[in-house]
C-alpha cells in the first residue's frame, strides 16, 4: 500500500511520455503548446515552492531570475559569432584558429542590419567565408548560470533580512531588472525585443525521425526532461539533512541558529539552487518562443506562479507543479465565451476573476492548497498497517 504514491508518479510520467505519440485530436500544436508552457510555470512554481514552503522566504524575485536566464541566452546568442577570418570592423579575438567576433550594439535599427557590422562582413565576404552561431545549448547554460550568480549575489545581500522586507527588496530587485531591460534599447532592443535561434537549430533528427523547427515534440520532451530533473534534485533535496535544516529555518530560524545550524549559509544556498532552476526554465523557453521581451517580467506573472504554488500546494512542490500544470489548462479551457439568457459572456475578461475567486476560496478553505492534502494522504495509505505490524513483530521477538 505504501508504494501507491509511487505507483501514481510512475503511471502520471509515463502518461506525459506518452501523450504527444498517441493524442490524435483537433489542434495539436495549440494542445501542445499549452502543456509546454505548463512545464515551463510547473518548474518556476516548484522551485518558488521550495523557497518559499520549505525555507519559509518569501520572494517576488522568481520571475526576474527567470528572465535573467532568458536575457542571457538571448544575448549571448544574438552577440556572439565565430568566423573562419577577422571582420576587421566588428570586437573580436582569436579563437583556436578561428575568430569569436561580438557584434556592435545597435538597437532596434537591427531590423535593417544597416549597422550590422558582421552583416556588412558577410556582405563583403560571400560565399567564402563560413560563419556559425554560438550553440543554443551553451547559451542555455549560461543563462542558468547567470541566473544562479545573480541569486547568489542577492542573498548574500539581503537574506539576513525576513519576512515582508526580503519580499519588499526582491520585488524592488525584480522591477529594477525589467526598467534596465527596457532602457537599454541599444543593447536589449527594449520593448522590440530579441529574437533568438530555435531550440533545436535547423530541426532534429531522432532515432531516425526528422523534425523541423516547429514540430513541438522535441521541446515538449526537453521541457518535459527539465522538469522532472528539477523535481529529482528537489526531492532529494527535501530527503537529505539539507532539506531537514531548510525546513528548521522555516519553522524557527532562532531556535536553529542556536542548535548550530548556520542560517544564513543554507538560506543563500536554497535561494540559488532556486533561482539557478527559473534561469534555467527562462532560457529553455526562450529559445521555444524564439523571442524575449520585458513584459515577461511583469509583476502579473510573478503572481501567477505564486497562485499556481499556493493552488497545488505551497509546502509540497510536487504538488505545486501539478497545480501550474492543473491552472495552465484551466486557464486556456476558460478563454472559451458562452452565452447565458442571451448575454454574452466574454472569457477573455471574465477568467481572471474566475481564478482570482478560486485563489481566494483555496486561501480561506484550504490553506495548503488542492492538490498536497490528495498527495498526503496517498502517501500515508497503509503507513499505519505497517507500523502496527513492525511493533507486533518486535513484541513477539522479545517475548
Known amino acids: 500500500m505504501a508504494r501507491i504514491p ?19 485530436g483537433a489542434n495539436y500544436d495549440y494542445v501542445m503548446h499549452v502543456l509546454i508552457t505548463g512545464f515551463f510555470y510547473a518548474i518556476l512554481a516548484s522551485s518558488w515552492s521550495m523557497l518559499a514552503g520549505y525555507a519559509g522566504q518569501f520572494s517576488f524575485g522568481h520571475m526576474a531570475f527567470m528572465g535573467i536566464g532568458a536575457y542571457g541566452t538571448a544575448l549571448f546568442c544574438h552577440y556572439f559569432y565565430i568566423t573562419e577570418a577577422p571582420t576587421g570592423i566588428c570586437t573580436e579575438f582569436g579563437f583556436f584558429g578561428n575568430w569569436l567576433v561580438i557584434k556592435n550594439a545597435i538597437g532596434v535599427t537591427s531590423t535593417t542590419l544597416t549597422q550590422d557590422c558582421l552583416q556588412q562582413a558577410i556582405d563583403g565576404w560571400g560565399d567564402t567565408v563560413r560563419v556559425w552561431r554560438m550553440p543554443v545549448l551553451l547559451g ?17 545581500l539581503v537574506l539576513r533580512l525576513r519576512a515582508a522586507y ?8 525584480s522591477e529594477i531588472i525589467k526598467a534596465i531591460i527596457s532602457a537599454e534599447i541599444d543593447i536589449t532592443r527594449g520593448q522590440a525585443g530579441l529574437v533568438l535561434p530555435p531550440l533545436y537549430g535547423e530541426g532534429l533528427n531522432l532515432f531516425g525521425l526528422q523534425f523541423g523547427q516547429t ?12 522538469l522532472l530533473a528539477c523535481l529529482a534534485i528537489l526531492t532529494w ?9 531548510v525546513r528548521a529555518l522555516r519553522e524557527d530560524a532562532d531556535a536553529a541558529a542556536a542548535l548550530g545550524v548556520n542560517t544564513t549559509r543554507y538560506k543563500v544556498i536554497v535561494f540559488t539552487i532556486t533561482t539557478a532552476m ?15 521581451t520585458p513584459n515577461m517580467l511583469f509583476l502579473l506573472q510573478m503572481s501567477l506562479v505564486v ?10 512542490f510536487v504538488a505545486a507543479a501539478l497545480g501550474a500544470i492543473f491552472l495552465q489548462i484551466m486557464l486556456e479551457l476558460l478563454r472559451t465565451s458562452f452565452s447565458i439568457g442571451g448575454i454574452e459572456v466574454d472569457m477573455t475578461v471574465w477568467r481572471l476573476v474566475f481564478f482570482g475567486v478560486l485563489l481566494m476560496l483555496v486561501l ?23 507500523t502496527i505490524a513492525k511493533r507486533k513483530a518486535g513484541q513477539e521477538a522479545q517475548s
Open 6 to 24: 509511487h505507483i501514481a508518479g510512475l503511471l502520471l510520467i509515463a502518461f506525459f511520455l506518452a501523450f504527444p505519440l498517441v493524442y490524435t
Open 237 to 245: 533535496l527535501s530527503r537529505s539533512r539539507f532539506g531537514l535544516f
Open 364 to 386: 480561506r478553505f484550504a490553506r495548503n492548497g488542492l492538490l498536497a492534502p490528495l498527495i498526503d494522504r496517498f502517501a500515508r495509505i497503509g503507513v499505519a498497517e505497517e
Open 166 to 173: 526580503l519580499a519588499l527588496f526582491t520585488l524592488g530587485f
Open 215 to 226: 514540430d513541438k515534440i522535441p521541446p515538449y520532451y526537453t521541457m518535459f526532461a527539465l
Open 140 to 156: 542555455i547554460i549560461l543563462g542558468t548560470l547567470a541566473g544562479g550568480l545573480a541569486g547568489l549575489l542577492v542573498g548574500l
Open 307 to 316: 497562485a499556481m504554488a499556493v493552488i497545488g500546494g505551497v509546502e509540497n
Open 278 to 292: 527559473a534561469a534555467a526554465a527562462g532560457a529553455v523557453q526562450a529559445h521555444y518562443v524564439q523571442i524575449v
